[in-house]
Every structure is written in structure tokens, then in C-alpha cells.
T-cell receptor, first 114, second 114 residues
Framework: KQEVTQIPAALSVPEGENLVLNCSFT??????LQWFRQDPGKGLTSLLL???SQREQTSGRLNASLDKSSGRSTLYIAASQPGDSATYLC?????????????WGLGTSLAVNP | DVKVTQSSRYLVKRTGEKVFLECVQD?????MFWYRQDPGLGLRLIYF???????EKGDIPEGYSVSREKKERFSLILESASTNQTSMYLC?????????????FGSGTRLTVV
């Protein structure tokens, strides 16, 4: 059974730092992996989607990598800003079972301090 | 450009009431999903639908039902609301295939049952 883990659960950094959020999964048979952002009390905003055949995706200051063999993805945020403060969730679209469902991590709560 | 719309941001209902949560998407997606999100438990799938009039149970369907009469609309129904159904409810949609078949979420409905 696929499990997704995000470490750390919370992170606090000063503005301007480059940072890495981690996501690990137990079964490498995935269709894709998606990173989301959630602001307090709000819905989820999709940040990046990496297909199983891809190694990374970039959008602005964000870069997401995928290493299926080791069951890991990282979200790199360059030059962090207070506006990046949010919870970041990763989810894998599982290929082993019902491929219409996502398996979710619990998220990393990020605080970027001015 | 809002793509997944949930009809209410906040709702307060009484125990025993029948509650309808509505979700509409304008992307012609086949798949639609209802999640609830609770602190420490993450996102849990309640029901999903991969076609009009089709539905499948997710991980926690008890106490809920759904309706999908049209492709763009997916309704979640709490037959008799209870206090343990107080939660954030999130609707999402995704296409069946294609290169970028990620999920798009609505802004969420915060339901309080008193």
C-alpha cells in the first residue's frame, strides 16, 4: 500500500533563504506526483506536476524533482519570501491500484520570516 | 479564471439537517472528487466519480452520499449532519488522461455542525 511522508512537518526560515521540502513515497510505481500549496483556511493550489517519466519541473522560483527509484521528490524554493508562507502538500497518483486516486502526505507548514 | 467552484465558503448547520455541498467545474473533466481535511489527518477521500451518474466510495464514505447528474456538477450530501462531520470539504476534478492530468481544487467549504 502506497504511503507518502513529508518531512519536516514544520519549517521556519528567514526571508531570502533557499529551502528544500521533502516528500517520500513507498511504492515507485506512480503515474505522477503533484505539489500543492494551501493557505490557511483556503483550498489547494497546484504548483507543479511531474510525470513518472520526468526528472524535474520548474516554475519561477520553484523547482520540483522526482527520483522514482529512491521514492523521493523535493520542492526547492529559491530566495524565499514572506508570501511563500503556507502549507505545502505532495500527492502521488498511484499506479499500483486505482489510478484515479491520489495518495497524500500530511504537508510541511512553512513560515518565512521578514 | 476560476475553474472549480464550490458554492459556499462557510456553512453552519444543525445536527440532523440534510446538507448539500455543490461543486461545479468548467474544464470538461471526467473525474471529480470530494475530500475532507482535518488537522493531523490530512486529506481523506469521501467519494469520487469518473462519469455522469457513476460514483465510487473513497476511504470514508459513511454518512455521505453523492450525486452527479451532469458532467460539470458533483454534489456531496450529508444525509443527517452530525458534529463529527464538522470539517473543511474540498472538491477537485481531473481529466482521465493527457500529459498534464493533474488535479484542480476548489476553494473549500468550511462546514460547522452544531
Amino acid at each position: 500500500k502506497q504511503e507518502v511522508t513529508q518531512i519536516p512537518a514544520a519549517l521556519s526560515v528567514p526571508e531570502g533563504e533557499n529551502l528544500v521540502l521533502n516528500c517520500s513515497f513507498t511504492d515507485s510505481a506512480i503515474y505522477n506526483l503533484q505539489w500543492f500549496r494551501q493557505d490557511p483556511g483556503k483550498g489547494l493550489t497546484s504548483l507543479l506536476l511531474i510525470q513518472s517519466s520526468q526528472r524535474e519541473q520548474t516554475s519561477g522560483r520553484l523547482n520540483a524533482s522526482l527520483d522514482k527509484s529512491s521514492g523521493r521528490s523535493t520542492l526547492y524554493i529559491a530566495a524565499s519570501q514572506p508570501g511563500d508562507s503556507a502549507t505545502y502538500l505532495c500527492a502521488v497518483r498511484d499506479g499500483a491500484g486505482n489510478n484515479r486516486k491520489l495518495i497524500w502526505g500530511l504537508g510541511t507548514s512553512l513560515a518565512v520570516n521578514p | 479564471d476560476v475553474k472549480v467552484t464550490q458554492s459556499s465558503r462557510y456553512l453552519v448547520k444543525r445536527t440532523g439537517e440534510k446538507v448539500f455541498l455543490e461543486c461545479v467545474q468548467d474544464m470538461d473533466h471526467e473525474n471529480m472528487f470530494w475530500y475532507r481535511q482535518d488537522p493531523g489527518l490530512g486529506l481523506r477521500l469521501i467519494y469520487f466519480s469518473y462519469d455522469v451518474k457513476m460514483k465510487e466510495k473513497g476511504d470514508i464514505p459513511e454518512g455521505y452520499s453523492v450525486s452527479r447528474e451532469k458532467k460539470e456538477r458533483f454534489s456531496l450530501i450529508l444525509e443527517s449532519a452530525s458534529t463529527n462531520q464538522t470539517s473543511m470539504y474540498l472538491c477537485a476534478s481531473s481529466p482521465v488522461g493527457g500529459i498534464n492530468y493533474g488535479y484542480t481544487f476548489g476553494s473549500g467549504t468550511r462546514l460547522t455542525v452544531v
